[in-house]
């Protein structure tokens, strides 16, 4: 495995969409950021092969969510999220600690938890036709850099 197969496949989950921050990390969310979707995923690509020592952290993180967090600490490679394991995010630091359809189980897993534990004012806004979402989506970003613009005079 590694970070383009992992990104086309998080792709293929329903609502995931993607965006580049911090640095060179992928972050994934259910739901687009300007409605209030949430990150389920990141991927530092300046980690992309995890096996040289100087690469700093782990290649991904995830939600594993409180009764999967302990059994995948006991896993080598698989350490508690840098800023996010209260939230009970796990990082692993080589894109080798799982097999395929591994991955494919704990980052599917990872996207059902945080898109159960949205609100039903985004799940509704999810349930919309892409066109309405599109619409709702272009709209708020407007209102968001409106009110950073303003905040910046």
Same mark, same amino acid.
């Given at each position: 495995m590694d970070a383009?197969?992992?990104?086309?496949?998080?792709?293929?989950l329903?609502?995931? #969409?993607?965006?580049?921050?911090? %640095?060179a990390n992928l972050?994934?969310?259910?739901?687009?950021?300007?409605i209030g979707g949430k990150m389920f995923a990141l991927v530092n690509l300046d980690s992309s092969d995890g096996r040289e020592r100087n690469k700093p952290g782990p #290649?991904?993180?995830?939600?594993? %969510?409180?009764?999967?967090?302990?059994e995948l600490l006991e896993i080598e490679g698989v350490i508690p999220a840098p800023y996010m394991a209260r939230i009970y995010w796990v990082a692993v630091e080589r894109w080798n600690i799982f097999r395929t359809t591994e991955w494919e189980q704990e980052l599917n897993a990872a996207h059902l938890l945080?898109?159960?534990?949205?609100?039903?004012r985004i799940r509704t806004v999810l349930a919309m036709s892409p066109t309405q979402q599109k619409r709702l989506i272009v709209d708020r970003r407007k209102l968001l850099a409106a009110k950073a613009a303003a905040k910046a005079h």
């Amino acid at each position: 495995m590694d970070a383009e197969r992992i990104r086309a496949y998080l792709l293929t989950l329903p609502h995931a #969409v993607e965006t580049m921050q911090w %640095g060179a990390n992928l972050v994934f969310w259910v739901g687009d950021k300007a409605i209030g979707g949430k990150m389920f995923a990141l991927v530092n690509l300046d980690s992309s092969d995890g096996r040289e020592r100087n690469k700093p952290g782990p #290649v991904i993180s995830y939600a594993a %969510g409180p009764q999967r967090y302990s059994e995948l600490l006991e896993i080598e490679g698989v350490i508690p999220a840098p800023y996010m394991a209260r939230i009970y995010w796990v990082a692993v630091e080589r894109w080798n600690i799982f097999r395929t359809t591994e991955w494919e189980q704990e980052l599917n897993a990872a996207h059902l938890l945080t898109l159960n534990k949205l609100p039903t004012r985004i799940r509704t806004v999810l349930a919309m036709s892409p066109t309405q979402q599109k619409r709702l989506i272009v709209d708020r970003r407007k209102l968001l850099a409106a009110k950073a613009a303003a905040k910046a005079h």
